[in-house]
C-alpha cells in the first residue's frame, strides 16, 4: 500500500472520530497510536517507512589529475580536477576525502605512468596502507602504461583517505589520465 493512501486513510478515520465524538484531542491520541503501529507493521512487511525521512543522499566525489604532474615522494597525490564532489568531503588542494560519517565506503584510482618511469599509486587510510597499484614501466620504450585499482573499506567519521606512492618514491603521472574517486554506500 501506498504512504499517501495510508495517510490518508488516517486521516479520514479521524475526521470520522473527531465529527462523531467531538473531541479533537482524544482524536489525536488515537492516531498518533495508530500510526506507530501502522509504520511497524510496513516496516515489517517491506522494510521501508511511509513516516520516517528519507535517507541523506550518499557522498561521492571524482577527481582527476589536471596536467602531468610529478608527485616527490611522501607527497600525498592532489586530484585538482573535480568533476564530482557531492557532499564537499574530498578537498582539491590537500587531496584528501575526509569522511563524513561511520560508512562503508568504495574507492577506486587509475595512474597513466610515463615510459620508462614507476608510479605505485597505494590508498591510505589515516596514514596506514590499505590498497595498491603497480604502475612499473621501466623498459618499456616509448609507450604509456596504466593501472587502476579499487577498495570497499569500513570506515570511520573523521577518516583520511588519499592517494601516494606506496613504495615511496618519486612519481612522474599523466594528466587528466589519473583519477581518484569514491562513494559511501548506505
Request: glycine residues 10%; positive net charge; hydrophobic residues 35%.
Amino acid at each position: 500500500m501506498k504512504c499517501t493512501y495510508i495517510k490518508e486513510l488516517l486521516w479520514l478515520l479521524f475526521s470520522i472520530y473527531a465529527a462523531v465524538n467531538g473531541d479533537c484531542n482524544k482524536g489525536i491520541t488515537l492516531i498518533k497510536g495508530q500510526l506507530k503501529a501502522l509504520e511497524k507493521s510496513v516496516n515489517m512487511v517491506d522494510g521501508s517507512s511511509c513516516f520516517s525521512p528519507k535517507p541523506k543522499m550518499p557522498v561521492a566525489f571524482h577527481a582527476e589529475v589536471s596536467s602531468d604532474k610529478t608527485y616527490k615522494a611522501g607527497s600525498p597525490w592532489v586530484f585538482d580536477k573535480v568533476v564530482t564532489n557531492v557532499g564537499n568531503a574530498y578537498n582539491s588542494t590537500t587531496g584528501k576525502f575526509t569522511t563524513p560519517s561511520k560508512s562503508i565506503y568504495l574507492f577506486n584510482w587509475y595512474t597513466l605512468g610515463y615510459p620508462g618511469e614507476m608510479a605505485h599509486a597505494g590508498l591510505y587510510v589515516n596514514g596506514k596502507i590499505k590498497g595498491r597499484q603497480a604502475t612499473n614501466n621501466i623498459g618499456n620504450e616509448g609507450k604509456y602504461i596504466t593501472s587502476g585499482s579499487s577498495i570497499v573499506l569500513a570506515l570511520e567519521k573523521g577518516d583520511l583517505v588519499y592517494i601516494m606512492d606506496a613504495h615511496g618514491i618519486t612519481s612522474k603521472v599523466k594528466g587528466r589520465w589519473t583519477a581518484f574517486g569514491g562513494v559511501q554506500q548506505n
